[in-house]
T-cell receptor, first 113, second 110 residues
Framework: AQTIHQWPVAEIKAVGSPLSLGCTIK??????LYWYWQATGGTLQQLFY??????VESVVQLNLSASRPKDDQFILSTEKLLLSHSGFYLC????????????FGPGTRLTVL | GQQVQQSPTSLVLQEGENAELQCNFS?????MQWFYQRPGGSLISVFY???GTKQSGRLTSTTVIKERRSSLHISSSQITDSGTYLC????????????FGAGTRLAVCP
């Protein structure tokens, strides 16, 4: 069975500090991977997707970047956090290709002060 | 304008009543999913239903491509059905990009 793990579970950071959020998929080779963000009370927005190692496509510009260093790992990061980065970050996977069902991880709650 | 619109924004039911949640989209689509969002924020997939009708227990999803709408029907609602329901779709021409609706907040009262 496939499992998706996100870390950390929650993070409190200062404005201007760096950030790194991680996502790991186990039990599925060569998945598509996705990052989503939801501001408190807001609508979920897709940030990035990746169909293969080393390749990441940006969907929404939020002064964040993403990388896929391994087949089963997806990293979201920034060198300088903004207050507007606060919210809930979700990682998801689907079968390789397009238009497949997506499965979501438990999420990371980020508070920027 | 918004490509995905959910209605109603919120809904209050008495336990045992039925609920009909709607999702309308402005362009054709490749895929459609319904999710339940837990109070903590995590998502549970309820249906993957790009077209036609699917049923699971008390839940039924119907997607009609020609009419650009998808619905989630909850029969005999229970208190544990309370929460936020989201529809999400991959719009035609936007491969690997899911667009979410703003959600319907459902409260089921005893």
């Amino acid at each position: 069975a496939q499992t998706i793990h996100q870390w950390p579970v929650a993070e409190i950071k200062a404005v201007g500090s760096p950030l790194s959020l991680g996502c790991t998929i186990k039990g599925k080779s060569s998945p598509n991977l996705y990052w989503y963000w939801q501001a408190t009370g807001g609508t979920l927005q897709q940030l990035f997707y990746s169909i293969t190692v080393g390749q990441v496509e940006s969907v929404v510009q939020l002064n964040l970047s993403a990388s896929r260093p391994k087949d089963d790992q997806f990293i979201l990061s920034t060198e300088k956090l903004l207050l507007s980065h606060s919210g809930f970050y979700l990682c998801a996977w689907s079968l390789r290709g397009s238009s497949y069902e997506q499965y979501f991880g438990p999420g990371t709650r980020l508070t920027v002060l | 304008g918004q490509q995905v619109q959910q209605s109603p924004t919120s809904l209050v039911l008495q336990e045992g009543e039925n609920a009909e949640l709607q999702c309308n989209f402005s362009t054709s689509l490749n895929s459609m999913q319904w999710f339940y969002q837990r109070p903590g924020g995590s998502l549970i997939s309820v249906f993957y239903n790009p077209s036609g009708t699917k049923q699971s227990g008390r839940l039924t999803s119907t997607t009609v491509i020609k009419e650009r709408r998808s619905s989630l029907h909850i029969s005999s609602s229970q208190i544990t059905d309370s929460g936020t329901y989201l529809c999400a779709m991959e719009l035609s021409g936007s491969f690997n990009k899911l667009t979410f609706g703003a959600g319907t907040r459902l409260a089921v009262c005893p």
